[in-house]
């Protein structure tokens, strides 16, 4: 079976069933076995893509990450500042100085240096549009990148959480119409376990079980009368706490195992923290694990904010690339760095920089993405792209490659009208 082909083909329980790319995949079903139903091949297909293991991590800058300050320096120009340009592994490639050890790293990541967001220059409508790859609308939610994976790789029988936001305080973009099945587990401080991640004193793990069925009962009166959808809901909230609760794997969460040498190597930051714990989730199959940086919205004293930020995630993003690739987990994760937009060329009164959406950088690695490439340019100030611009379904669309998913894969939303994953765009083949 191709890549392509099975990865159009859906379960009937998710409710799409691509009959074109069915019937292109039915002699190579046929070879799994002709005892199996329709229904069992559909699954067998589905479960195809869930064995490849492919997983992602999002280093989100919330705010918005000045490109002149990471990973597009202008020194020299009436743009750059006081920025200089720092060598980096890749003799061709220059980034911002405060990022040595993302420079160290840099055969295996690559960046996008000509991302555009048109005009959105709004916070929340920028930070949903780079989450989900759709511009914000008054009747769809639409699920973000981590729901996604979750809902396209994740095992149906996982006892931990598919999609794992670490770090964040408000705003988390969660799984829209794809429902709470693939909904993010929200970690506010990687340092400390989970909330509630314990049974009661007293209670085993019969007695537990026994207590979960005697909620369901209850439930059964209000799901007849009408309240079927919220029961529904707030048993697969229920069942998923079970699972976490008693999965052996819940020592994933807990940092002090790691040795004092790994946690100095990614830093002791939150944001540092929150990396290591990414490496822990996905090394546990895990599938998507999103960690934030706040504070980046640098309207004033750019430059002395951007190097405090930077000393907190240039350390975590190079030890977590390196860690993966340690552990040979690099080839099977995709890891994101980006923001909402770039900043602005010029630099305001109060030595900071604003919105810029016209122009900005992501960076990439792992998962089939070739290290040490840049992709696309801006003008000599950053003012604008002067060579290949890429727009967030281009973006979104080259997750999809990565990660093995078929970007124009269709689910139902609760309008009752199919959805892509990615409505345009195309992929940006000089990554791969």
Request: hydrophobic share 40%.
């Amino acid at each position: 079976m191709s890549p392509n082909t099975s990865l159009h083909v859906r379960t009937l329980a998710d409710g799409i069933v691509d009959r074109r790319a069915f019937l292109q995949a039915v002699p190579t079903m046929a070879a799994v076995g002709t005892a199996l139903s329709w229904k069992g091949r559909l699954a067998v297909a589905a479960e195809e893509l869930r064995r490849r293991g492919k997983s992602c991590i999002l280093l989100y800058m919330r705010g918005a990450p000045s490109q002149f300050e990471t990973f597009d320096p202008k020194q020299g120009s009436s743009s750059g500042g006081p920025t200089k340009a720092i060598k980096t592994a890749v003799a061709d490639i220059r980034i911002a100085e405060g990022w040595e050890r993302v420079a160290a790293q840099m055969n295996d990541i690559s960046i996008i240096r000509s991302m555009t967001n048109g005009k959105e220059g709004n916070h929340d409508r920028a930070v949903y549009q780079l989450h989900t790859g759709y511009l914000q609308s008054g009747t769809v939610r639409h699920p973000s990148l981590g729901s996604i994976a979750a809902a396209e790789l994740g095992a149906g029988d996982f006892d931990l959480p598919h999609f794992v936001n670490v770090g964040h305080r408000s705003g988390v973009i969660g799984a829209g119409y794809l429902g709470m099945s693939y909904a993010p587990f929200s970690v506010p401080d990687p340092t400390k376990l989970p909330n509630n991640i314990e049974l009661p004193a007293g209670t085993d793990a019969e007695r537990f079980a026994r207590r979960h069925q005697l909620l369901s009962g209850l439930e059964a009166d209000f799901a007849a009368a009408g309240g079927a959808a919220p029961v529904e809901d707030h048993q697969l909230l229920y069942a998923r706490a079970r699972r976490l609760v008693l999965s052996p794997r819940i020592k994933a969460f807990d940092l002090t195992q790691e040795s004092d040498a790994a946690r100095d190597r990614y830093g002791r930051t939150e944001f540092g923290q929150g990396c290591l714990l990414a490496r822990r989730l996905i090394e546990q199959g895990v599938t998507c694990v999103e960690v934030e940086s706040p504070g980046w919205d640098t309207h004033d004293d750019n430059f002395n904010r951007v190097r405090t930020l930077a000393g907190q995630v240039d350390p975590a993003f190079a030890a977590l690339v390196a860690d993966l690739k340690d552990r040979g987990l690099l080839d099977t994760t995709l890891v994101v760095w980006m923001g909402e937009f770039g900043r602005t060329p010029r630099i305001n009164a109060k030595t900071g920089r604003d919105h810029h959406p016209l122009s900005f950088n992501v960076a990439l690695a792992g998962c089939g993405v070739q290290g040490g490439r840049v992709v696309g340019a801006t003008d000599a100030e950053g003012t604008q792209v002067a060579d290949r611009p890429v727009t967030v379904p281009d973006l979104f669309c080259t997750f999809c490659q990565a990660l093995g998913i078929e970007p124009r894969t269709e689910r139902m939303s609760a309008l009752g009208r199919p959805l892509k994953i990615v409505e345009s765009g195309s992929v940006v083949s000089e990554l791969f």
